[in-house]
């Protein structure tokens, strides 16, 4: 090839026939020739989204509970046979291998999407890796982040958010889902969002360890032929070259006198998400009709968009319990209580949360994961309600941490400090932490 | 098999525009390995952080790495280069390889890529021991070229593991009581070897010749392939300008690094170093001239010789004696 065509870009010359992408495509032998409905947990559910993918070429992987069984999946597959010959599954030495790993394939083929899973200690692992390429451009790495809480003293295998909320700063599209379908379908259409050429930023779509990793129901499985043509809508031959198809240099230091430039330029790709998610969902959901990407579900929320009094805000599976404990609630406080469980934690949309949450009276929010202030969402949705005229009261618990488990007794002991919180004149409401239907720790 | 004369005359992907030292070593050797591996196939290297990259690859200087005068249209030297974090280097480079061979796997690429990671010793043999061995231990298809200057010198010339015996560094300083660096630096060498590297070479430019045939046997190597390039480093070990080369050249030949190649299932081959110590120059000729080694060895005024320090003749004969042990356990694999 001594005369190829050739694109200049900023980042130097693109051959954009260096690599035909069209012979990847056709190398793909589908997983599902069909949408069919099979059971499965989501590690499982999120392995098999990648492995449809005929971007996914190579996986990479180091083994850690919860998420363990994303890896085995994908391992399992591969060597099945049922995908073909050619993808590869790299079993590396540790975390940070994982992660380096995923940043020189990142940046070699920007067309093709790299992923792996991990939890906890291993995404701590992974830190210094993750950090880079939070800001590198590379959208096409992504992270199956199985929660689990962080810290070894003392160990706890189960799920929290502890991982997930500590590695906000890393500069991802960090996505929280619920339940399998969920977890499924946020994984095929994350990568549509992170490598949109206004975005360029890598994707950790997550869920809960053992609550969602583990347990299994219902999944439609979409056929191969519709997740990809879904995708190729979404994602075109990138506009950068990469190290095989340009000259190109990737990670080079710069002086103080550039850093802010280069961080600035990374928060607006970012921010650039928020417009283009729900834009990606309706498109979802448009073609497989289940609810695509966006920035908060509204689990139990009046269809009016009226007013609530009560709104309660967390994450994950436990959501699900509080909206359908909602109903008894509203009978015996006499409020109207609304449900939300967050999707998009990073970057977090301040903007969706103080819309949604402006006539609200009072948040009850539950945190899940350990933090050194009255919770990390509590934290986030204070900063939202800052601007509102009369911004609602903001009632911090922490339950559910290192997997806990959040039962009816203790989602009431809850309620009722909310409702009592609601009716005195004070303002800073102290946070609690609850387990097993009692409170356990108040800041005096 | 390229000649010389023909090596001499092709471009380097090592442009002017670095800031590395003066008389640095790092420099000379990125010359000769860009011209190299200007040989019709694409190049892309993978960085660790070392000296070797935060001078050459700053925004927003002139980035130091390219094909130089050739326009794009030539793609024979198209070029691409990743830097990513301290230790990472052979793990980036092994990630490209795969990428590069599992496209090629379904005809995505047509022609071959060569895949080159660079380190300090710092990175491949301090915090990124890991990463070397296990891309080793994995045969990924690379070629891995490790700088030994044997300290950290972007940092201010800290301690390294392959910090010679006696050597001052800043956090093995010289005192009264501290004869410099005593901890018995590591056998990156053996290291290499039995984790199973398709081909382990010390090699310095110093030797053109021989520097241009290990690097080219490397690049046709089809495991990984590890070369260890003796560094000078005129500011760390406080030399005067002018001797990069001849220090090289001596700290071979005083048995310090020597050249060493080994290709896998075949025996080792030692060259321009002496296995009988009274056959090499004095370790005092290598030592002498670097202030790093001021506490232990210093010039006689009146013969203008160098000569061992009164009072630290056990220190040096330490470091003989690690000289011979380290040459004779490689003249085992040869
Ligand atoms: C995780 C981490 N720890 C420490 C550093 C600081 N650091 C940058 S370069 C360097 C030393 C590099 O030493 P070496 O690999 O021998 O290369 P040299 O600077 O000597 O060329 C250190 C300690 C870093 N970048 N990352
Ligand atoms: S400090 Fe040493 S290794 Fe670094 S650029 Fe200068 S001479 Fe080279």
């Given at each position: 090839m001594n005369h190829p065509p050739i694109i200049e870009t900023t980042a130097g010359a693109l051959?954009?026939?260096?690599?035909?992408l069209d012979l990847v495509r056709k190398a793909h032998v589908p997983f599902a020739e069909e949408s069919k409905i099979i059971e499965a947990d989501g590690n499982t559910a999120a392995a098999y989204a990648c492995l449809q993918m005929?971007?996914?070429m190579l996986f990479a992987g180091f083994p850690i509970t919860p998420s363990t069984k994303w890896l085995e999946t994908v391992a399992a597959v591969i060597r099945s046979g049922k995908v073909g010959t050619k993808k590869k599954l790299k079993l590396l030495e540790a975390e940070h291998a994982v992660a380096d790993y995923l940043a020189g394939a990142s940046a070699a083929c920007r067309d093709l999407i790299f992923t792996t899973a991990t939890s906890s200690v291993g995404l701590d692992h992974m830190t210094e890796s993750t950090r880079s390429l939070g800001g590198s451009?590379?959208?096409n790495a992504m992270l199956v982040n199985v929660y689990r809480a962080t810290?070894?003293?003392?160990l706890c295998i189960e799920g929290d958010p502890s991982d997930a909320l500590a590695h906000r700063d890393d500069g991802w599209i960090q996505f929280c889902c619920r339940g399998v379908q969920q977890i499924y379908d946020t994984v095929i259409q994350l990568p549509c969002l992170g490598m949109h050429p206004e975005v360029m930023t890598p994707t950790m779509p997550g869920y809960y360890g053992?609550?969602?990793?583990h347990r299994s129901s219902r999944l439609v499985l979409e056929a191969d032929a519709d997740v990809n043509t879904f995708q190729d809508r979404w994602i075109a031959p990138a506009k950068l070259p990469g190290l095989i198809n340009g000259d190109t240099a990737l990670g080079n230091c710069v002086t103080s006198q550039y850093f802010q430039g280069f961080k600035v330029d990374q928060r607006r790709r970012i921010l650039r998400a928020f417009d283009l998610l729900s834009v990606i969902g309706a498109d979802f959901e448009k073609t497989f009709g289940r609810p695509g990407l966006?920035?908060?579900?509204?689990?139990?929320?009046p269809e009016n968009e009226e007013a609530v009094d009560l709104a309660i805000v967390g994450m994950g599976p436990d959501m699900g319990t509080a909206a359908a404990l909602a109903d008894q609630w509203e009978t015996s406080i006499h409020k109207r209580i609304g449900v939300l469980a967050a999707?998009?934690?990073?970057?977090?949309?301040s903007h969706e949360y103080a819309r949604i949450l402006k006539?609200?009276?009072a948040i009850l929010v539950l945190n899940q994961a350990h933090h050194s202030g009255p919770g990390h969402l509590s934290v986030d949705l204070a900063e939202a309600c800052?601007?509102?005229?009369?911004p609602p009261k903001i009632i911090s618990a922490f339950a559910g941490?290192?997997?806990a488990a959040l039962t009816a007794e203790t989602w009431q002991v809850m309620i009722d400090y909310a409702t009592h919180a609601m009716k005195v004149p004070t303002r800073r409401v102290s946070p609690i932490v609850v387990h097993e239907g009692k409170i356990i720790w108040q800041k005096s | 098999m390229a000649k010389i004369i023909d090596i001499i005359q092709r471009e380097s992907?090592?442009?002017?525009?670095?800031?590395?030292?003066?008389?640095?070593?790092e420099s000379i050797a990125f010359q000769n390995i860009g011209k190299i591996t200007d040989n019709g196939k694409k190049t892309i290297f993978g960085l660790g952080t070392f000296c070797g990259e935060v001078s050459t690859l700053?925004?927003?200087?002139?980035?130091?790495?390219g094909r130089g005068e050739?326009?794009?249209?030539?793609?024979?030297k198209s070029f691409g280069i990743l830097h990513h974090v301290f230790e990472s280097a052979p793990t980036i480079t092994e990630a490209i390889r795969d990428t590069v061979d599992v496209l090629s796997s379904v005809g995505a690429i047509k022609s071959d890529i060569q895949t080159i990671s660079m380190s300090g010793d710092g990175g491949a043999l301090a915090i990124g021991l890991r990463s070397l061995l296990h891309t080793i231990n994995r045969q990924a298809r690379i070629v891995s070229f490790v700088l030994v200057n044997e300290v950290f010198a972007n940092t201010g010339f800290q301690y390294s593991p392959s910090a010679s015996l006696g050597s001052d560094t800043s956090t093995t300083p010289a005192t009264e009581l501290h004869p410099g660096n005593m901890q018995p630096p590591l056998d990156y060498l053996g290291l290499a070897v039995n984790a199973g590297a398709g081909l382990v070479a010390q090699v310095s430019p110093a030797f053109p010749k021989y520097f241009l045939k290990v690097v080219e046997t490397a690049l046709e190597c089809k495991g990984t392939a590890v070369i260890f390039i003796p560094s000078p480093c005129i500011t760390g070990w406080k030399f005067a300008d002018g001797e990069t080369v001849e220090l090289a050249r001596l700290s071979c030949e005083t048995g310090f690094f020597p050249c060493f190649l080994k290709k896998k299932g075949q025996p080792a081959e030692i060259k321009?170093?002496?296995?009988d110590a009274a056959k090499r120059p004095p370790v005092e000729h290598f030592m002498g001239p670097q202030q790093r080694f001021q506490h232990l060895v210093r010039k006689?005024?009146?013969?203008?010789q160098f000569e061992v320090r009164p009072g630290k003749e056990a220190v040096v004969e330490e470091i003989r004696t690690w000289i011979q042990t380290k040459l004779d356990a490689l003249y085992r694999m040869a």
């Open positions: 051959y954009p026939e260096a690599i035909d005929w971007r996914c451009g590379l959208g810290a070894n003293y003392p053992i609550k969602d990793s966006e920035c908060i579900e509204k689990i139990r929320w999707r998009l934690i990073h970057p977090f949309p006539d609200a009276k800052y601007d509102l005229q009369d941490m290192g997997g | 992907c090592f442009q002017p525009g670095s800031t590395l030292c003066a008389g640095c070593m700053q925004f927003p200087n002139p980035v130091a790495w050739s326009t794009p249209e030539d793609w024979t321009f170093v002496e296995r006689n005024k009146e013969t203008g």
